[in-house]
């Protein structure tokens, strides 16, 4: 990522609502090249919303004006591909608020409303090739470069000293933290990460080959909760299999085929996750048990639990955001044959069949909807190995910025010994480590979680 200047945000609309909450909130749009080295390639709109407290001071005529300019904690949502919630959606907002922060929540490009991506909007662009150049520009670099355009933006009218900002991120919203603290260090005056530290030097083929043995131990974890369930999904599979990969539709027009019913283990690293896979599960068994076939409700469920045709760019751009200079080939793919038991092939050997996690198939290209017309572009972007690079470790192993990371030790998607070796290289980064919260937990156990976090930034370790 070249450290060329990066212009200002154009503010197109600011428009500003109280919601229920006692909260403010703006809706932001901004205007930004959609490529910072080539100015005249077009631009994105990006949209973003921010909260500060509603507060009614007794004497109106008398509130500090300098409340309005709030020092800004912005927040990266994890995916990719992934928009952000309304403020009063987060249960966490009221606490960075009660810190004495104003918040933004970014839509990253692509996402929710800024400038999405789907299969109907690159199909405008042109053919595959000009679809699969136009996505390289929606990484963590360019995610970057759009937080400092917006940043000196809003921070335009405000003291020197005070245009700095705060930043948190959850999981891939952490991965951008790091390449910010990288390559636009300046911008920052702490940043926040939560199930986010990547792994910084390692490539696709490493990191799925962890994936997969930390999916592995969520399987086990599975099926020891649930033992019923290992003939409940032979027979599920077995149903699916019988008439090929086209048969069984989704309500969204889909295939919905075996390898397809595997994904749902992407849930297993959330709190409840094994829960809620063994609610399809039971569903869909009692289905088989009294028509034989499975109904609309379960094909539904199913179909939900899994939103890859709503948020395409994590299905495009999931592999290259481990690449640096090489080409991912469908690494989780790849990467599969070393672990038999996710062969769904031969239903009649002993033990269960395992569920797959945060992978990406060519196959879903074509087994969902939306994917199917985005094959062309998914397979030329699997084989460029033309990837900038996303980390300078020189930078993070003098970096000045505060650094507070939570880092889950059973944590399903990030790996935490990698977590820990980046820890160790950014300097000054303080972690809270725990074995009792999964990646999840800014949500799921939110108020430990940013105790512990905010514990390591205001006190004292001596």
């Not at 407290?53 to 904690?73: H, I, S, T, V, Y």
């Not at 986010?196 to 592995?216: C, I």
Request: hydrophobic share 35%; proline share 6%; charged share 25%.
């Amino acid at each position: 990522m070249a450290r060329t200047p990066i212009p200002i945000a154009k503010i197109l609309e600011q428009r500003t609502h109280l919601v229920p909450g006692k909260l403010r909130v703006t809706e932001h749009f901004f205007e930004v090249p959609r490529d910072y080295g080539k100015p005249d390639a077009g631009t994105l709109r990006l949209f973003a919303r921010s909260a500060k407290k509603a507060e009614k001071p007794a004497d109106q005529e008398d509130e500090d004006p300098k409340k309005k300019q709030l020092p800004w904690m912005v927040y990266l949502q994890g995916g990719p591909g992934f928009e952000c919630r309304p403020p009063q959606n987060y249960p966490w907002t009221n606490y960075i608020l009660d810190k004495g922060y104003q918040v933004l929540l970014l839509d990253q490009r692509g996402t929710g409303l800024s400038t999405p991506i789907s299969a109907s909007s690159l199909g405008l662009r042109g053919d595959d090739s000009v679809q699969a150049s136009y996505l390289k520009s929606f990484r963590a670099d360019n995610i970057v470069r759009d937080c400092e355009a917006i940043r000196q933006a809003l921070t335009a009218d405000y003291p020197e000293q005070k245009r700095k900002w705060s930043v948190m991120g959850q999981s891939f919203g952490g991965f951008c933290i790091t390449t910010y603290l990288s390559f636009s260090p300046e911008g920052l005056r702490e940043a926040f990460l939560f199930g986010g530290l990547p792994p910084v030097g390692h490539g696709p083929d490493e990191a799925y080959t962890r994936l997969y043995q930390r999916v592995q131990k969520r399987n086990k974890a599975y099926y020891e909760k649930y033992p019923e369930d290992v003939d409940r999904v032979k027979k599920i599979l077995r149903l699916l299999q019988r008439f090929g990969n086209n048969t069984v539709r989704t309500p969204g027009e889909g295939s919905f085929t075996a390898r397809r019913f595997q994904q749902l283990g992407i849930s297993f690293g959330f709190h409840s996750g094994i829960d809620s896979v063994h609610e399809i599960v039971l569903r869909a068994s009692n289905d088989l048990e009294i028509f034989g076939h499975l109904t609309r409700p379960s094909l539904s469920q199913i179909e939900k639990a899994l939103s890859f045709d709503d948020n395409v760019i994590y299905a495009l751009l999931h592999e290259p955001l481990y690449c640096e200079g090489i080409a991912p080939r469908w690494s989780a793919h790849r990467m599969r044959e070393k672990f038999s038991e996710f062969d769904a092939e031969n239903l009649d050997r002993e033990g269960p069949v395992y569920f797959t996690g945060e992978m990406v198939y060519p196959w879903m290209f074509e087994d969902f909807t939306e994917l199917r017309k985005l094959a062309g572009p998914a397979e030329l972007i699997a084989q460029d190995s033309d990837w900038p690079a996303l980390y300078n470790t020189e930078q993070l192993e003098k970096n000045e910025v505060p650094v507070y990371a939570a880092v889950y030790l059973n944590d399903m998607y990030v790996d935490f010994e990698l977590s820990q070796a980046t820890a160790s290289m950014i300097k000054g980064c303080k972690t809270f480590v725990t074995n009792a919260v999964y990646h999840d937990g800014i949500r799921s156990k939110m108020d430990d979680v940013l105790k512990h976090v905010f514990t390591l930034r205001d006190d004292t370790i001596d």
